[in-house]
Protein backbone atom coordinates (compact mmCIF):
# COMPACT_ATOMS: atom_id res chain seq x y z
CA UNK A 1 0.00 0.00 0.00
CA UNK A 2 1.42 3.43 -0.80
CA UNK A 3 1.91 6.37 1.62
CA UNK A 4 0.16 9.43 1.25
CA UNK A 5 2.19 12.51 -0.24
CA UNK A 6 2.51 15.00 2.50
CA UNK A 7 0.65 18.05 2.11
CA UNK A 8 2.50 20.94 -0.29
CA UNK A 9 0.67 23.92 -0.98
CA UNK A 10 -0.22 24.95 -4.76
CA UNK A 11 1.46 28.06 -6.82
CA UNK A 12 -0.50 30.68 -7.39
CA UNK A 13 -0.08 32.18 -10.60
CA UNK A 14 -2.69 35.43 -10.14
CA UNK A 15 -0.67 37.24 -6.91
CA UNK A 16 1.88 39.67 -8.31
CA UNK A 17 5.38 39.36 -8.07
CA UNK A 18 5.46 35.56 -9.51
CA UNK A 19 9.10 35.31 -10.31
CA UNK A 20 10.14 35.42 -6.84
CA UNK A 21 7.63 33.65 -5.23
CA UNK A 22 8.03 30.77 -8.02
CA UNK A 23 12.03 30.74 -7.09
CA UNK A 24 11.04 30.61 -3.28
CA UNK A 25 7.86 27.68 -3.64
CA UNK A 26 10.42 25.69 -5.76
CA UNK A 27 13.42 26.01 -3.41
CA UNK A 28 10.88 24.59 -0.94
CA UNK A 29 9.04 21.50 -3.21
CA UNK A 30 13.14 20.56 -3.49
CA UNK A 31 13.32 20.55 -0.33
CA UNK A 32 10.53 18.50 0.53
CA UNK A 33 11.93 16.35 -2.32
CA UNK A 34 14.86 15.20 -0.30
CA UNK A 35 13.22 14.97 2.11
CA UNK A 36 11.28 12.23 0.89
CA UNK A 37 14.42 10.74 -0.92
CA UNK A 38 13.39 10.76 -4.49
CA UNK A 39 16.03 11.37 -7.04
CA UNK A 40 14.22 9.81 -10.42
CA UNK A 41 14.18 12.88 -12.85
CA UNK A 42 10.70 11.09 -14.03
CA UNK A 43 8.73 11.36 -10.24
CA UNK A 44 10.54 14.14 -10.08
CA UNK A 45 8.55 16.16 -12.92
CA UNK A 46 5.69 14.48 -11.74
CA UNK A 47 5.26 15.60 -8.36
CA UNK A 48 6.36 19.36 -9.33
CA UNK A 49 3.35 19.01 -11.54
CA UNK A 50 1.30 17.43 -9.05
CA UNK A 51 2.10 20.08 -6.54
CA UNK A 52 1.99 22.91 -8.38
CA UNK A 53 -1.58 22.64 -8.91
CA UNK A 54 -4.52 22.81 -11.88
CA UNK A 55 -3.41 26.91 -12.80
CA UNK A 56 0.45 25.54 -13.42
CA UNK A 57 -0.52 22.59 -15.27
CA UNK A 58 -2.60 24.45 -18.06
CA UNK A 59 0.12 27.04 -18.52
CA UNK A 60 2.39 23.88 -18.84
CA UNK A 61 0.65 22.03 -21.57
CA UNK A 62 1.16 25.51 -23.73
CA UNK A 63 4.45 25.35 -23.88
CA UNK A 64 7.38 24.07 -26.04
CA UNK A 65 9.85 20.90 -25.33
CA UNK A 66 9.22 20.45 -21.78
CA UNK A 67 11.06 17.16 -21.87
CA UNK A 68 10.48 14.17 -19.95
CA UNK A 69 12.59 15.15 -16.52
CA UNK A 70 12.01 17.37 -13.75
CA UNK A 71 15.26 19.93 -15.13
CA UNK A 72 13.64 20.46 -17.95
CA UNK A 73 10.20 21.04 -16.60
CA UNK A 74 11.12 23.32 -14.15
CA UNK A 75 13.30 25.36 -16.53
CA UNK A 76 10.43 26.11 -18.63
CA UNK A 77 8.11 27.22 -15.62
CA UNK A 78 10.87 29.49 -14.48
CA UNK A 79 11.70 31.20 -17.66
CA UNK A 80 7.75 31.70 -17.88
CA UNK A 81 7.13 33.19 -14.63
CA UNK A 82 10.73 35.11 -15.23
CA UNK A 83 9.27 38.78 -15.90
CA UNK A 84 9.56 39.93 -19.34
CA UNK A 85 11.99 42.94 -20.38
CA UNK A 86 12.49 45.23 -23.10
CA UNK A 87 16.05 45.15 -23.91
CA UNK A 88 16.49 48.51 -25.31
CA UNK A 89 15.42 50.21 -21.74
CA UNK A 90 17.49 47.68 -20.14
CA UNK A 91 20.40 49.08 -22.28
CA UNK A 92 19.35 52.93 -21.99
CA UNK A 93 19.46 51.99 -18.39
CA UNK A 94 23.16 50.83 -18.84
CA UNK A 95 24.24 54.11 -20.52
CA UNK A 96 22.68 56.56 -18.01
CA UNK A 97 24.65 54.59 -14.87
CA UNK A 98 27.25 56.90 -13.48
CA UNK A 99 29.80 56.68 -10.64
CA UNK A 100 28.15 58.10 -7.58
CA UNK A 101 29.99 60.58 -5.27
CA UNK A 102 32.32 57.43 -2.81
CA UNK A 103 31.51 54.80 -5.07
CA UNK A 104 34.37 52.93 -5.67
CA UNK A 105 35.84 51.95 -8.95
CA UNK A 106 34.93 48.08 -8.05
CA UNK A 107 31.12 49.28 -6.39
CA UNK A 108 30.66 51.10 -10.11
CA UNK A 109 32.38 48.10 -12.07
CA UNK A 110 29.95 45.35 -10.15
CA UNK A 111 26.71 47.56 -11.21
CA UNK A 112 27.28 47.68 -14.54
CA UNK A 113 28.16 43.72 -14.73
CA UNK A 114 25.30 43.50 -13.29
CA UNK A 115 23.07 45.17 -15.84
CA UNK A 116 24.91 44.12 -18.76
CA UNK A 117 24.95 40.35 -17.93
CA UNK A 118 21.57 40.02 -16.12
CA UNK A 119 19.81 42.45 -18.92
CA UNK A 120 21.31 43.70 -22.20
CA UNK A 121 22.27 40.74 -23.88
CA UNK A 122 25.21 42.63 -25.60
CA UNK A 123 27.33 40.42 -27.72
CA UNK A 124 31.02 41.19 -26.06
CA UNK A 125 30.05 42.54 -21.88
CA UNK A 126 33.73 43.69 -21.61
CA UNK A 127 33.85 45.85 -24.24
CA UNK A 128 30.53 47.22 -23.21
CA UNK A 129 31.18 47.47 -19.05
CA UNK A 130 34.80 49.23 -20.05
CA UNK A 131 33.04 52.01 -22.09
CA UNK A 132 30.22 53.21 -19.95
CA UNK A 133 33.20 53.21 -17.42
CA UNK A 134 35.20 55.49 -19.76
CA UNK A 135 32.06 57.56 -19.95
CA UNK A 136 30.74 57.45 -16.89
CA UNK A 137 33.80 57.15 -14.14
CA UNK A 138 33.83 60.47 -11.61
CA UNK A 139 37.97 60.39 -12.84
CA UNK A 140 38.71 62.64 -15.23
CA UNK A 141 42.10 61.94 -15.22
CA UNK A 142 40.87 57.82 -15.56
CA UNK A 143 38.88 59.00 -19.02
CA UNK A 144 41.40 61.12 -20.47
CA UNK A 145 44.25 58.00 -19.97
CA UNK A 146 41.81 55.66 -21.11
CA UNK A 147 40.98 58.02 -24.37
CA UNK A 148 45.10 58.34 -24.61
CA UNK A 149 46.26 54.95 -24.36
CA UNK A 150 44.17 51.14 -25.85
CA UNK A 151 43.59 49.46 -22.21
CA UNK A 152 41.47 45.98 -21.35
CA UNK A 153 39.03 45.91 -19.07
CA UNK A 154 41.49 45.19 -16.59
CA UNK A 155 43.89 47.35 -16.98
CA UNK A 156 41.44 49.64 -17.11
CA UNK A 157 40.60 48.57 -13.45
CA UNK A 158 44.01 48.56 -12.33
CA UNK A 159 44.80 51.85 -13.55
CA UNK A 160 41.36 53.23 -11.91
CA UNK A 161 42.43 51.73 -8.52
CA UNK A 162 45.60 53.30 -8.54
CA UNK A 163 44.28 56.34 -8.95
CA UNK A 164 41.93 56.17 -6.23
CA UNK A 165 44.69 54.72 -4.02
CA UNK A 166 46.24 57.62 -5.06
CA UNK A 167 43.99 60.67 -4.42
CA UNK A 168 43.18 58.77 -0.83
CA UNK A 169 46.56 59.35 -0.11
CA UNK A 170 46.75 62.75 -1.67
CA UNK A 171 43.77 63.60 0.65
CA UNK A 172 45.31 62.35 4.05
CA UNK A 173 48.66 64.55 3.35
CA UNK A 174 47.05 67.51 2.64
CA UNK A 175 44.35 67.35 5.21
CA UNK A 176 46.86 66.77 7.71
CA UNK A 177 48.75 69.89 6.91
CA UNK A 178 45.39 71.97 7.30
CA UNK A 179 44.62 70.27 10.43
CA UNK A 180 48.10 71.52 11.72
CA UNK A 181 47.73 75.20 10.26
CA UNK A 182 44.19 75.45 11.74
CA UNK A 183 45.67 74.04 15.02
CA UNK A 184 48.19 76.58 14.76
CA UNK A 185 45.43 79.25 14.22
CA UNK A 186 43.84 78.43 17.53
CA UNK A 187 46.41 77.90 19.57
CA UNK A 188 47.64 81.85 18.59
CA UNK A 189 44.08 83.05 19.53
CA UNK A 190 44.07 81.10 22.70
CA UNK A 191 47.09 82.86 23.72
CA UNK A 192 45.94 86.06 22.76
CA UNK A 193 42.77 85.30 24.39
CA UNK A 194 44.30 84.65 27.92
CA UNK A 195 46.43 87.98 27.89
CA UNK A 196 44.85 90.63 30.61
CA UNK A 197 42.41 92.93 28.86
CA UNK A 198 44.66 95.91 29.27
CA UNK A 199 47.39 94.20 27.04
CA UNK A 200 44.71 93.29 24.50
CA UNK A 201 43.48 96.81 24.15
CA UNK A 202 47.34 98.22 23.92
CA UNK A 203 49.37 98.63 20.65
CA UNK A 204 52.76 100.73 20.60
CA UNK A 205 50.90 103.58 18.89
CA UNK A 206 48.74 103.98 21.83
CA UNK A 207 51.31 103.50 24.16
CA UNK A 208 54.00 106.03 22.71
CA UNK A 209 51.16 108.63 22.12
CA UNK A 210 50.24 108.65 25.48
CA UNK A 211 53.99 109.09 26.48
CA UNK A 212 54.55 112.05 24.47
CA UNK A 213 53.08 115.21 26.83
CA UNK A 214 53.97 116.20 30.26
CA UNK A 215 51.07 116.22 32.29
CA UNK A 216 52.26 119.19 34.78
CA UNK A 217 53.74 121.74 32.28
CA UNK A 218 51.86 120.20 28.88
CA UNK A 219 55.11 120.12 27.06
CA UNK A 220 56.71 117.71 25.64
CA UNK A 221 57.71 114.27 27.88
CA UNK A 222 60.45 112.92 28.12
CA UNK A 223 62.14 116.96 29.07
Known amino acids: MASALPVFPPFSVHESAAD ?19 K ?6 ALLLHYAGEEVNDIFDTLQETGEDYD ?3 TKLTEYFAPKKNVEYEIYKFRQAKQETDETIDAFHTKLRQLSV ?3 EFTDDNREVKSQIVQGCSSSRLRRKALREDMTLEQLLLSARALELSEKQANE ?12 LHKKRNVRRNQPRYIQDKCPEQRVNRNNK ?5 GEFPH
Do not use: Y
Not at 22 to 37: F, I, Y
Not at 40 to 45: I, N
Not at 214 to 218: D, I
Open 20 to 38: QRWKKWTKRLQNLLVGMNI
Open 40 to 45: DKVRQR
Open 72 to 74: TAL
Open 118 to 120: NNC
Open 173 to 184: IEHKDEKLETNA
Open 214 to 218: CRNCG
